[in-house]
């Protein structure tokens, strides 16, 4: 529940930070955007679909590989915050995915309703949500409204929700996805790598008991999304196997965002929201 207590704190807290934020989040990431013909940023992995304009020649016949040419142009960028609201996300062992995730893009949209910046809400789950990025306090309490009131449940289709998406983006943003990102690497790849032309940190948000499996004995497990049972006895050796296989999926996740040049964190909601949202921001 994201409540008048949690919104003033999160005031007293963006008084505290301001001038790290400020300088970090708006003065380097929302001013540059990308265009044709002005200062030269970067290269980045060409891809189907994109302009063939932008390929720079000159370094596929060093390299034999496509590379865009990307530039640089003054813009305030628009934030996007897409959140994951599928069943998935309603587990929880104290406060649920869900809720913690919410609460980390309210952070972001008030970040960006104190800097004057447009701010748009939208979750996805077995269909995608979307709302019309706006300026102002009204927008942030229509948004605080809207994740009050959605529950999270559904199948999430990741790859399609974020390829739908991709298209109302008209021009370069800020994009902010967080999720637990509990699917097939190869359906996280296609759906992140839809926003690679863009200023995008990918969160994955994950229960602390999930991020550890801090617990022994026999337990049915259910699925969120297929309500699926299965029983199991876990062990030190089966929770060495999972730990083992959720680093690996974290690793592959981690290496598709350095792919795209998209910025990737891990939190657990076992910890302080305003700590992982600091983090987040913080980073240079």
């Known amino acids: 529940m994201i409540d008048t207590n949690f919104l003033h704190q999160l005031e007293k807290f963006s008084l505290i930070v301001n001038k790290r934020i400020t300088s970090n989040y708006i003065g380097e990431r929302f001013s540059k955007a990308t265009g044709r013909g002005l200062i030269f940023k970067d290269h980045i992995m060409y891809g189907p679909g994109e302009d063939f304009r932008s390929i ?12 865009s040419k990307r530039y640089e142009e003054e813009r305030n960028l628009t934030v996007h915050v897409i959140l994951d609201l599928s069943a998935s996300m309603n587990f929880g062992t104290g406060v649920s995915k869900a809720e ?3 609460k980390l893009g309210v952070g972001f949209a008030f970040l960006a309703l104190k800097n004057n910046e447009r701010f748009v809400l939208s979750s996805f ?12 306090r009204a927008q942030l309490a229509s948004m605080v409204e809207h994740l009050n009131k959605k529950k999270a449940k559904g199948k999430s289709t990741l790859e399609k929700s974020l390829g739908g998406y ?3 983006i008209k021009s370069r943003a800020y994009v902010v996805i967080i999720s637990d990102f509990l699917y097939p690497i190869e359906d996280i790849r296609k759906g992140l790598l839809f926003f690679k032309n863009n ?6 948000v994950l229960d602390k008991i999930e991020r550890n499996l801090d617990i022994e004995g026999d337990f049915k497990l259910k699925d969120l999304e297929t309500n699926e049972l ?5 062990n030190p050796f089966a929770r060495k196997q999972y730990q083992a296989q959720l680093a690996d999926h974290m690793s592959k996740i981690q290496q598709v965002c350095i792919e795209g040049g998209l910025k990737y964190n891990v939190c657990d909601t076992g910890q302080d929201v305003f700590d992982v949202f ?3 921001v913080g980073r240079k």
Do not use: C, P
């Open 125 to 136: 789950s077995d269909e995608l949500e979307f709302f019309k990025a706006k300026k102002g």
């Open 278 to 280: 600091y983090s987040v």
């Open 56 to 67: 720079d020649w000159k370094l596929f016949a060093r390299t034999d590989k496509l590379f």
């Open 100 to 102: 913690f995730a919410s």
């Open 230 to 234: 299965m029983r199991t006895f876990i």
């Open 199 to 204: 200023q995008v940190n990918v969160i994955q």
């Open 166 to 168: 991709k298209k109302l």
